[in-house]
């Protein structure tokens, strides 16, 4: 493992976004902060700075959510038709297409992430999310409902209900996958008919922004989609707090997650919807097909450099073949190419910031002092850049602060098993419930299995599959709510029940 040479080329639709400083959208415009602030945002390859972002604060949250108020009240927004949402959900996707190389680019440069992934996994993700949504547009329909009313004898009633849009929505997101989480979010409150004050995290504003010039070029009405870099303390804590959203979207971790809770009981009791951190268990029986579950491992852990919300974190393996699947996992990592984005060798890239760098060094090395072992990797890479190695830690059991709590980095904590009817029990053992994995060849067994795991997604003999139409989101503390797919839409709509006497 050595970080690989720094050297990359950007085409020029994201060098003529980078030359100059990017403003928030608000209205249609591109807007100056009220405090005239900007922010310096960096590639973790080098630490290098790379552009120079608006600093939105409370002030600029108020401007956002009255043009989104305006937007959802009076504007064309709402009269606009289902049909005619959902081609500008397609036009937004199709915009995002021809110009894949570009966003690409932008979100290796600011989150590290390989160009390979961000070409072959973000963008196409993100513009297959808008694209689904947009077939969603027109088919949110209510009911017809028969009723009896106990209290109106020989009364003939219609009753129906219909799907409204929640209002103005306040997103906020965070940096690991900077575009694919604005397409999350966007894609599902557009198609409803929702406004949105958008907040990409500090660390990652540029994909999200970038967006904003297509949105304006797809023609999206005035003040449907504002966007507001910032930091959490002021812009999004403004934002969750603010009396005139009607909903809060958040992603992020759990202890954030509880402070948008906080923030929306004292306000105004806004809807909330949650995607919070996790730790899951990825399970290997003894009769798992090995060349299959070794690299699914090592994938489920060092894909996006551990930094995934459903990161098979915690690996539990057969002891009868525990030291061939963790040997096989730790000559993966050995094996690993870790560098700057834009090299095509690069498999694995930096952590996304110092921060982030400084807190999974912190758990490696309170890891080490509470006895876990790194049977490979262990450390960071190098003094320029945010690399820590691929590290596979044996010797752990539950109580280990890095058995329990998120880590957000390139680290598993292999764990062997004997009894196969515990293991629900010890893999339900932590305060997430975001995924799980299984491998085996017993499918019946399997099956049970998915059923008894307290998890939002559960993958059977694969990791890491996401669809747009596959709902994702949280049991317990990692989160409330689902994102994607058609149970995303109940969460930007309200029900009215209309009842007619006849
Ligand atoms: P974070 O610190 O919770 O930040 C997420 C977002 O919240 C950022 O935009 C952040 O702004 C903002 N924020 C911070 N403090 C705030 C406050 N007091 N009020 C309102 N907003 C505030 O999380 P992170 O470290 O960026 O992201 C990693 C976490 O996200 C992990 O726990 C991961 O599991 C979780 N995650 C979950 C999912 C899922 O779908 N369940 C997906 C991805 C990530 P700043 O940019 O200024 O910090
Ligand atoms: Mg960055």
């Known amino acids: 493992m050595s970080v690989t040479a720094e050297k990359f080329q950007i085409s020029e639709g994201g060098a003529r976004f980078l030359a100059s400083p990017r403003n928030m959208l608000i209205g249609n415009e591109w807007t100056a902060p009220a405090s005239n602030r900007y922010f310096d945002v960096e590639n973790p390859a080098s630490g290098e700075v790379i552009a120079h972002v608006a600093e939105g604060a409370k002030e600029d949250i108020d401007g956002a959510v009255r043009a989104a108020r305006r937007a959802f009240e009076s504007g064309s ?3 606009m038709s289902a049909s005619e949402r959902g081609r500008l959900l397609w036009k937004l996707a199709d915009l995002l297409e021809d110009r894949a190389q570009e966003f690409a680019e932008l979100e290796t440069l600011d989150n590290g992430k390989p160009l390979t992934v961000s070409k072959a996994v973000d963008v196409p993700l993100a513009v297959d999310l808008f694209r689904y949504m947009a077939g969603w547009a027109t088919k949110l329909e209510g009911s017809t409902i028969p009723v009896s009313v106990p209290y109106a004898q020989g009364a003939e009633f219609l009753a129906y209900t219909l799907r409204e849009p929640v209002g103005v929505v306040g997103q906020i997101i965070p940096w690991n996958f900077p575009l694919l989480m604005a397409a999350w979010k966007l894609g599902p409150a557009l198609a409803s008919g929702c406004t949105v ?7 990652t504003p540029l994909s999200a922004l970038h967006l904003g010039e297509l949105i304006l070029q797809a023609g999206y009405p005035e003040g449907v989609v504002n966007i ?9 804590a403004a934002l969750a707090a603010h009396p005139d959203v009607d909903k809060v979207a958040f992603t992020g971790s759990t202890e954030v997650g509880k402070l948008i809770v906080k923030a929306a009981g004292e306000s105004n009791l806004k809807k909330v919807t949650l995607e919070l951190g996790g730790k899951s268990p990825n399970i290997v029986f ?3 097909d090995l060349k299959a579950a070794v690299p699914g491992a090592a994938n489920a852990i060092f894909f996006n450099h551990g930094q995934c919300c459903c990161a098979g974190s915690r690996l539990y393996v057969h002891r009868s073949v525990f030291d061939q699947v963790i040997d096989g996992v ?3 990592a050995k094996q690993m ?4 984005g834009f090299d095509p060798q690069s498999e694995m ?3 996304v910031s110092h921060d982030q760098l400084t807190c999974v060094c912190s758990y490696l090395e309170q890891g080490s002092r509470e006895g876990a072992r790194a049977i490979v990797g262990g450390k960071r890479i190098g003094d320029r850049g945010y690399f820590v190695e691929p590290t596979v830690l044996v010797d752990t059991q539950p109580g280990m602060k890095v058995v329990d709590e998120e880590i957000f980095g390139p680290v598993v904590t292999a764990m062997p098993f004997d009894d196969p009817d515990e293991i629900a029990a010890v893999a339900n053992d932590t305060i997430y419930g975001l995924a799980a994995a299984v491998w085996t060849k017993d499918i019946s067994m399997a099956h049970k299995l998915a059923r ?3 998890a939002g997604s559960v993958w059977i003999n694969c990791y890491n599959v996401f669809d747009a139409a596959l709902p994702f989101g949280g049991y317990k503390q990692s989160g409330w709510g689902r994102e994607m797919g058609r149970a995303a839409l109940d969460l930007y709509t309200e029900i009215k029940a209309v009842t007619i006497q006849l």
């Open 77 to 79: 927004w709402p009269r």
């Open 452 to 454: 008894r795991l307290k």
């Open 197 to 203: 004050v958008l907040k990409p995290a500090e660390q």
């Open 349 to 351: 890239g930096p952590l």
């Open 330 to 332: 730790a000559e993966r």
């Open 337 to 340: 190419s870790v560098g700057q």
């Open 228 to 236: 507001v870099p910032g930091f959490g303390e002021t812009a999004g």
């Open 286 to 288: 003894a009769d798992a």
